[in-house]
């Protein structure tokens, strides 16, 4: 529980933080703005001591002192919480009253993360990425279709890849939604590869631009149904759109590369590779990894992209595989602002990528660690390609 004083301070977010969060420009060099970094990671860091018991348990035995943060090396440093933490626990640093949306992850009974959102956390990460799209040239006020390859949302459903697959249709005004996996009652989903083909063929005698979103695996799915069916290729209207979001996880055996589903997204549906987008978040952090046309997922101005040893947890150099971790001052709703991942991934620095955003490192995934119970929404979805109506 949360004292009274707690309450009553739960919205003076440090200044620090309201400013960090605020800058608008979406790809800078972590220099430009390090002092300011700095501070907000102290301050936000006291903020969570201040008002979650679980964390500051986790700070004391941790070692953590945010007074003591006096290079980028130190807060680099600072001990991660894990994701699989917020598996089946709820962990908060604002009252419940001040929640504003709750979201999970996995669609595994009892290992859902439990992610809690205050106004000031969710507001900015939705600005986040929304600067981070417009880098991209995504919004436009040209109505759009969308094919949106995740689960149908329904009464109740906190998914938090449905949630953030319902954000990416406001960047274009919606003529029309289609969602393959489809919501049969129940609380389950079925995917629906005949209807997602129909879909496609009929906006494609249109003049409307088509935006495709979320898990890749089953964009993958309806292009090799359509080939098997020996359907001709089509050629989606000119603006037309790829955005993925969700990875392979749960279906890599089916994994193909990105150049190869570039190919394949071209040939079948026309679209070139400089519309389509990858993208990496998750529930349990929210600041947006947009893709470049290289697809090079860069690291945002608001955030700060650490890959670490896999047995010692500590820092390693760019170029080197180790756990993907993410450190943020954005969130103020709950202990995540230093967190760990379950993926593999290696870093490249700034300048390596001749794109605009060329000024921030960026990293690409090499894949999930080790073999879990733990499953992602994407290893949920991938049991419905195998037939199981019960993997949400």
């Known amino acids: 529980m949360l004292s009274e004083p707690d309450l009553a301070r739960v919205d003076e977010v440090p200044a620090s933080v309201q400013a960090f969060c605020a800058i608008p420009d979406a790809y800078t060099p972590e220099a430009e703005h390090h002092e300011l970094f700095m501070q907000a990671?102290?301050?936000?860091?006291?903020?969570?001591?201040?008002?979650?018991?679980?964390?500051?348990?986790?700070?004391?035995?941790?070692?953590?002192?945010?007074?003591?943060?006096?290079?980028?090396?130190?807060?680099?440093?600072?001990?991660?919480?894990?994701?699989?933490?917020?598996k089946g626990h709820e962990i908060r640093s604002i009252p419940q009253s001040h929640v504003v949306a709750h979201l999970t992850s996995s669609g595994t009974t009892g290992q859902k993360s439990q992610m809690f959102f205050d106004d000031f956390t969710l507001t900015n990460a939705r600005a986040m990425v929304e600067r981070c799209l417009q880098e991209r040239g995504f919004p436009s006020t040209e109505p759009a279709h969308y094919l949106v390859n995740g689960f149908?949302?329904?009464?109740?459903?906190?998914?938090?890849?449905?949630?953030?697959?319902?954000?990416?249709?406001?960047?274009?005004?919606?003529?029309?939604q289609f969602w393959t996996l489809r919501h049969v009652g129940g609380g389950k989903h079925e995917f629906d590869p005949f209807g997602t083909t129909r879909k496609l063929q009929d906006w494609a005698r249109g003049s409307s631009p088509v935006r495709i979103i979320g898990f890749p695996a089953f964009l993958h799915f309806?292009?090799?149904?359509?080939?098997?069916?020996?359907?001709?290729?089509?050629?989606?209207?000119?603006?037309?759109?790829?955005?993925?979001?969700?990875?392979?996880?749960?279906?890599?055996?089916?994994?193909?590369?990105?150049?190869?589903?570039?190919?394949?997204?071209?040939?079948?549906?026309?679209?070139l590779p400089s519309h389509i987008i990858e993208s990496f978040g998750s529930v349990e952090h929210s600041v947006p990894y947009i893709g470049c046309a290289h697809q090079h997922l860069h690291q945002p101005t608001w955030s700060r992209v650490v890959i670490r040893d896999v047995k010692t947890?500590?820092?390693?150099?760019?170029?080197?595989?180790?756990?993907?971790?993410?450190?943020?001052?954005?969130?103020?709703?709950?202990?995540?602002?230093?967190?760990?991942?379950?993926?593999?991934?290696?870093?490249?620095?700034?300048?390596?990528?001749?794109?605009?955003?060329?000024?921030?490192?960026?990293?690409?995934?090499?894949?999930?660690?080790?073999?879990?119970?733990?499953?992602?929404c994407a290893a949920a979805a991938a049991q419905l390609l195998r037939g199981d109506t019960n993997g949400n």
């Open 41 to 86: 990671m102290r301050d936000v860091t006291h903020w969570h001591m201040d008002r979650s018991p679980w964390y500051r348990n986790f700070a004391r035995l941790n070692g953590i002192d945010p007074d003591q943060f006096q290079s980028l090396e130190d807060v680099l440093s600072m001990p991660g919480v894990h994701a699989n933490v917020f």
């Open 152 to 176: 149908e949302p329904y009464e109740g459903f906190k998914v938090g890849t449905s949630n953030t697959n319902q954000f990416l249709t406001r960047y274009a005004p919606a003529a029309e």
């Open 222 to 271: 309806t292009l090799e149904r359509m080939r098997q069916l020996g359907l001709p290729d089509l050629k989606l209207p000119p603006g037309s759109w790829v955005v993925f979001g969700g990875g392979w996880k749960g279906h890599a055996d089916k994994a193909i590369s990105r150049e190869e589903i570039a190919s394949r997204i071209g040939r079948q549906l026309g679209i």
């Open 313 to 376: 947890l500590a820092p390693v150099p760019d170029g080197t595989p180790g756990f993907l971790s993410f450190i943020s001052p954005y969130i103020t709703s709950v202990p995540a602002h230093s967190v760990i991942m379950g993926d593999l991934a290696v870093k490249h620095p700034a300048g390596s990528c001749d794109c605009p955003a060329r000024a921030a490192p960026w990293f690409e995934v090499l894949g999930r660690a080790g073999v879990s119970a733990n499953r992602s």
